[in-house]
């Protein structure tokens, strides 16, 4: 029966998974790691760190 189920509700396979298991998470344009975006996600999709490095950047600009 588990079979079954596993098949019928379309759960996404470990190896397309992203970190921890979740859904597949875009790279980072910078470094390609891993960020908390979606595949799906529209935009630039920075991980957390250059996230974080870019918001440094652009508030000295000002």
Known sequence: MDDMTDSYCGTTPPEAAGP???PPYAACVLCQEPTE???T???VTLCPVCEWREAERTACSG
């Open 37 to 39: 975006y979606p595949e």
């Open 41 to 43: 996600a529209k935009g």
């Open 20 to 22: 921890e298991g979740g």
